[in-house]
């Protein structure tokens, strides 16, 4: 029989865990769960027997990859899929996937919530500002900075985007001006709202050029990843700018030395972009249907790797 597991340290809620369940064996599959492990030795027995994994945010190594000699399909419930070994699965022949769009609409809300949080100075009793009027840069207009962009909109910014990918008609269609390129953005930007992934060209690419024309009092507001950040050069240029703000959904690897600017630097203690019951059990039964659709009618359309 096709055995499915589940490996999450950090578990779906039991209403996606059920929903997923009921998936899974109504397509006549066997479910199996492995949540909060300690040890990733137990994360390495639990995968080798199975057909099919799902996970989160939990790292599937080559050392996984290794351990799965059955394995056929993982998926990501998620958008960012930095946390897959492609390479491995590749080689093993494996299909990745991720599920986009079913967390979009809640780290749209957290980067939203993240802006007006920073422009009430983090309710300290510090008089704030407001959104209305104000510049909102997007970098990289996917499922996220599309819905960040029409939320923005109603509490009445002022929206530039850059993404080299999307075509500028299907940006300026949502009533978004296209930036030239990132100096442009950077520079137009009282908020600018990440929405890259984490990738070999993007990695630590957020730097002290970008972030030095940035305006006067601008913030960043992170809901990306944190290896996007050169982390040395956002230390350097927050202790230069006592003018400039980061606000940024998991911490910091120089978090110690950046609380230092607090209340003008602020990190969620764990990742919270994703973390709402609806995207939980969105992103769960996304890649339960996904990994169903694979295993009867070899439906790859959210494949990642090659
Ligand atoms: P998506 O795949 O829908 O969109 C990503 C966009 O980035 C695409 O439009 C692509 O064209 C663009 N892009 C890729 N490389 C680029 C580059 N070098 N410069 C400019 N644009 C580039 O993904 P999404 O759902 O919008 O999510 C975006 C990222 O947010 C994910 O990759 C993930 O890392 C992160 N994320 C975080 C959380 C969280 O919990 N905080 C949850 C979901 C996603």
């Given at each position: 029989m096709t055995k499915v597991l589940i490996a999450t340290d950090k578990p779906f809620?039991?209403?996606?865990?059920?929903?997923?369940?009921?998936i899974i064996e109504g397509a006549g599959f066997e479910l199996a769960l492995l949540e909060k492990y300690t040890d990733v030795k137990d994360f390495y027995a639990a995968v080798t027997d199975v057909d099919a994994l799902i996970v989160r945010s939990d790292k599937v190594t080559k050392e996984v990859i290794d351990a799965a000699s059955k394995l056929k399909i993982v998926v990501r419930a998620g958008a960012g899929y930095d946390n897959l070994d492609l390479d491995a699965c590749t080689a093993k022949r494996i299909v990745a996937m991720n599920t986009p769009g079913q967390n979009s609409n809640a780290v749209a809300e957290l980067a939203l919530g993240f802006m007006i949080y920073m422009a009430r100075t983090c309710f300290t009793p510090a008089t704030g500002s407001e959104l209305s009027g104000k510049r909102l840069g997007i970098h990289a207009y996917g499922n996220v900075g599309r819905l960040v962009a029409q939320k923005a909109k109603a509490l009445g910014m002022d929206i530039i985007a850059f993404d080299p990918f999307i075509p500028a008609e299907a940006i300026t269609k949502d009533g978004v001006k296209v930036a030239k390129n990132l100096e442009e953005l950077y520079s137009n930007s009282d908020y600018l709202s990440l929405h890259i992934p984490a990738t070999a060209e993007t990695k630590e690419s957020i730097n002290y050029n970008f972030l030095s024309l940035m305006p006067k009092g601008a913030c960043l507001v992170n809901t990306a990843r944190k290896e996007?950040?050169?982390e040395a050069d956002m230390e350097k240029i927050l202790a230069e700018r006592t003018d400039l703000k980061y606000i940024t959904d998991i911490a910091a690897g120089n978090n110690d030395a950046l609380m230092a600017f607090a209340p003008r630097y602020f990190a969620t203690p764990k990742k919270m972009g994703a973390q709402t019951?609806?995207?939980?059990?969105?992103?769960?039964?996304a890649a339960a249907n996904q990994i169903v659709d694979f295993i009867k009618n070899g439906v790859t359309k959210f494949k990642v790797n090659k």
């Amino acid at each position: 029989m096709t055995k499915v597991l589940i490996a999450t340290d950090k578990p779906f809620s039991p209403v996606a865990v059920n929903g997923i369940r009921n998936i899974i064996e109504g397509a006549g599959f066997e479910l199996a769960l492995l949540e909060k492990y300690t040890d990733v030795k137990d994360f390495y027995a639990a995968v080798t027997d199975v057909d099919a994994l799902i996970v989160r945010s939990d790292k599937v190594t080559k050392e996984v990859i290794d351990a799965a000699s059955k394995l056929k399909i993982v998926v990501r419930a998620g958008a960012g899929y930095d946390n897959l070994d492609l390479d491995a699965c590749t080689a093993k022949r494996i299909v990745a996937m991720n599920t986009p769009g079913q967390n979009s609409n809640a780290v749209a809300e957290l980067a939203l919530g993240f802006m007006i949080y920073m422009a009430r100075t983090c309710f300290t009793p510090a008089t704030g500002s407001e959104l209305s009027g104000k510049r909102l840069g997007i970098h990289a207009y996917g499922n996220v900075g599309r819905l960040v962009a029409q939320k923005a909109k109603a509490l009445g910014m002022d929206i530039i985007a850059f993404d080299p990918f999307i075509p500028a008609e299907a940006i300026t269609k949502d009533g978004v001006k296209v930036a030239k390129n990132l100096e442009e953005l950077y520079s137009n930007s009282d908020y600018l709202s990440l929405h890259i992934p984490a990738t070999a060209e993007t990695k630590e690419s957020i730097n002290y050029n970008f972030l030095s024309l940035m305006p006067k009092g601008a913030c960043l507001v992170n809901t990306a990843r944190k290896e996007v950040i050169n982390e040395a050069d956002m230390e350097k240029i927050l202790a230069e700018r006592t003018d400039l703000k980061y606000i940024t959904d998991i911490a910091a690897g120089n978090n110690d030395a950046l609380m230092a600017f607090a209340p003008r630097y602020f990190a969620t203690p764990k990742k919270m972009g994703a973390q709402t019951s609806e995207a939980n059990v969105n992103a769960g039964l996304a890649a339960a249907n996904q990994i169903v659709d694979f295993i009867k009618n070899g439906v790859t359309k959210f494949k990642v790797n090659k």
